[in-house]
């Protein structure tokens, strides 16, 4: 699959079956989020994969949905406070840093055929106090890790190339 394909075939899956995720295929998809790029290359960050079904329903408590509750594994993405690069001026990088990790884990987790969706609009004290998170780690996005249920999903809308880029 072309990185264009996964781009383009990636969506955001909103029904798990509640089937086991291969190891080898958690393997690779932890591997490329492993080799992402961070600024300085602090690699400030830490990645809960949450697969314990008592700690996944405390996790489903901070974003209450039905399709998130079959997902057998949810991974919680979190920044190291204090750990990340800041530009002269004080512009924080931690969550540009957390979105290419996250991004690097969805695609290719969407390559090996399995389905994810990022979430941000979790409560973020209720999750912090699931997952029992330290003060320094802020959670940026989390996603469930699994089969889709069906394949019924919203056609990509996008803005043209046109109309996002100038050419100068
Ligand atoms: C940073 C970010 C946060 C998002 N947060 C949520 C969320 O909290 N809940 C949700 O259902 N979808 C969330 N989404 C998914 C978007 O709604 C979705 O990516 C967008 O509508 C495009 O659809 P697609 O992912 O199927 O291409 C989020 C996406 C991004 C990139």
New binding site residues.
């Given amino acids: 699959m072309s990185f264009c394909e996964t781009a383009k075939g990636?969506?955001?899956c909103?029904g798990y079956k509640n089937t086991e995720v291969r190891h080898d295929d958690l393997e690779y998809i932890l591997e490329c989020a492993r080799i992402a790029p961070s600024a300085c290359n602090l690699q400030p960050w830490k990645i809960y994969v949450v697969r314990d079904e008592k700690l996944r329903g405390a996790v489903c408590g901070a974003?209450p949905r039905d399709w998130l509750k079959d997902a057998p594994m949810i991974a919680v993405f979190c920044g190291l406070r204090g750990e990340n690069w800041m530009r002269a001026g004080g512009t924080d990088y931690l969550m540009c840093d957390i979105?290419i990790i996250a991004d690097h884990f969805i695609n290719a987790a969407h390559e090996r055929g399995l389905g994810t969706?990022?979430?941000?609009?979790?409560d973020e004290s209720r999750l912090a106090s699931a997952l029992n998170l330290p003060e320094n780690e802020k959670p940026y996005?989390m996603t469930p890790l699994g089969y889709a249920a069906g394949t019924a999903?919203?056609i990509?809308k996008r803005k043209s190339i046109g109309d996002i880029c100038c050419f100068i």
């Fill in positions: 990636r969506y955001s909103r974003y979105a969706c990022w979430i941000a609009a979790f996005i999903h919203e990509k």
